[in-house]
């Protein structure tokens, strides 16, 4: 399409060699083929040329598009919206009181509803200013800002002027390596629309400067160092969307079309007269209005009547295509520019909005991040009368996750902070700080004040926990076996043989018994702390050494592995035995079975942590109908959507937790046989790799020592 005044055509270079060279021109690909009109030799295809249209100076034609066109407006409107609707976050050792007054500030004088503006003017015409208002500096706009000389409550608000009004950059350039500006223009003049037609001359220190879609520098020369307008690339697009629109519009109208032929009828308008040619207009008139599918149309014996109805085959198709091509010449998914949910099988436009977030990125930090640096030193001083030297901008993510998605963000976040300080590796107001400062970012722990984060602790307490993992509904083996860092353990027990005797411990001394033996062994492994007792069950003190009721155990000494026990705890008076006359009954259920300590050991440290990976064969024990079972699940697991996946994991993360500590408390107990049973019915949450098994000598000690406070409060409780 051709638009504008004096348009310059990119055509190709003559050949230097003449006439001779001119024959060989080729098209923009290299290729040309004479005899098969391909190339140069084509006039179809070497017609063709770009054209400057210059639409961006056409402000009048801008406008009209921006009011008129709903499709226009959402391509200017979008992205400017989006880069401020998630706004900033100010990044700086600062007390949230000062922050607040900082919000309210922005909120009083609508600073974030203004530089929308300034952003969409700019994506409109090409450029335009945001003017910081400073009171008492009315009469001083043509000279430098300095912001170490503002005065309180100075800032007024910001006034936004796009390049439609009048705004004329001036030659002159700002020569400073160290401004910001380097390299713009000085000063910029605005034509104010009033009767005297007064002109005002800003400094640039004083505005905020907003461009366009982008130019080479010789272009930009050209628009006065301003870029150009974003519906001047996408205009033909534009024009072919909406025509074909139009053009669809108009064949609904033709939809079904009813002819009525009459024999005689030339012969009528021939040699009749004009009353009675009116008289036939007037009649088919009347039929045409009566018509409907009860009534009764009057034919002659040599008339007749026909339907055409009219078949829009192929033209949604073609109108999806004029759409698919506006959308990816304004950069904005289809299903946001046109306000539609995604089409196809499985499909969720994910990746289309991430690239779309990843553009809006992209424009804040190279247009909204250099002006937000330039105006709020300026608001710093009018607020609180100085500049803090640590700030930073960072932007607020794009993307709102759903309800679903940021419940299991907030978990794995908050489960992350809380097994930090349980771990005694941060203190309780630091835990407070850390949950803050996520909460701001997925929107939760919104009610902690700072008078909390005053009150709470500032020393890092090891014994104190939050919540126990248990309680929480966690993974029991993801605290036992190395939750908090360390590497996860493979499996070494629910397929493995189990050895029918614990390893060798040391021999105990006189008094002690074959439990106590494997309880002292026990004690060396995970050494009782000395907040902790461990009570094994039908078990007699052993005294000193044996390692039961809190004694050290070999060797002694204390040392890493081996801290002071706890003192004696009393043993409570046992009531005197009854002799009973009468038999007694045998019991319903009959006793469990008490594992040694040692194989309890062995069965707990052999649990490890679900590995979704597929199952190879030769790797597995299980049958093979469950090994493609299980690779049929995970390509079903493949195919879900992002929310389906969050929700499904969610409930699985639920029922393994519930399975696992369940088979958790069992063989804490010492029911090996009950313990065994839960792992062989959900065999499926733990892995099967027997090369894996490999590794568990070596990274056993490691394990264990981090596993030691776990087991002791379980050993503790049951």
Known sequence: MSRGKGKAAARPAAHPAGAAGAAVRRAGDGYANALAFLGESSPLLSGGVFERSELTRQTELLTAAYRESWLAKRIIDMPSDDMTRAWYTLSANLPEADLRRLKLLEARHSVKQELTAALRWARLYGGSLALMVIRGEEDRLDRPMDPDFLLPDCFQGLLVLDRAQGIEPSLERVTDLEDPDFGLPMYYTVHLQTEAGAAVRLHHSRVLRFVGRELPALEAERENGWGASELEHIWDELMKRSATSANIAQLVFQANLRTLKVGDYGEALAMGTDQQIQSLYKMLERQNRIMNSQGVQLLGAEDSMEQHPYTFTGIAEMYEKFCMNMAGAAEIPATKLFGRSPEGMNATGESDMKNYYSMISQLQERTLKPALEKLLPVMFMSEWGQIPDDYDIVFNPIDTPTPTERAGINAQLTGTVIQAYNGGLISQKTALKELISQGTEIGAWGKIS??????????????????????????????????????????????????????????????????????????????????????????????PGSGNFNHPGYPRGGGALNPPSAPKIPKAPTAPKMQMATPKAPSAKPPVTKAPVGQRLKFLTGLARHEDKPVEKGTNPRPAQ????????????????????????????????QVKGEAVKAAIKGDLPKAQAIVNKNEHYWSHSPEAAAKVQSETLQRQKKARPFIQRLFNRH
Do not use: C, Y
């Open 450 to 543: 700072p008078e909390d984060v005053e009150k709470a602790s500032d020393e890092v307490d090891t014994g104190e926990e939050m919540e126990d993992p248990m309680a929480m509904g966690e993974d029991p083996m993801a605290a036992m076996m190395g939750a908090a860092g360390g590497p996860e353990m493979p499996l070494e027990g629910p397929q493995a043989p189990m050895e029918e005797n614990p390893p060798e411990a040391p021999e105990a001394p006189q008094g002690g018994t074959e439990a106590q033996t494997e309880q002292d062994s026990l004690s060396r492994t995970f050494p009782p702390l000395n907040r902790f007792t461990v009570e094994i069950e039908g078990e007699e003190d052993g005294g």
């Open 626 to 657: 469950q090994v493609k079972q299980a690779n049929r699940e995970r390509k079903e697991w493949s195919n879900l959507s992002l929310s389906q996946k969050v929700q499904g994991a969610s409930e699985q993360n639920r029922h393994m937790a």
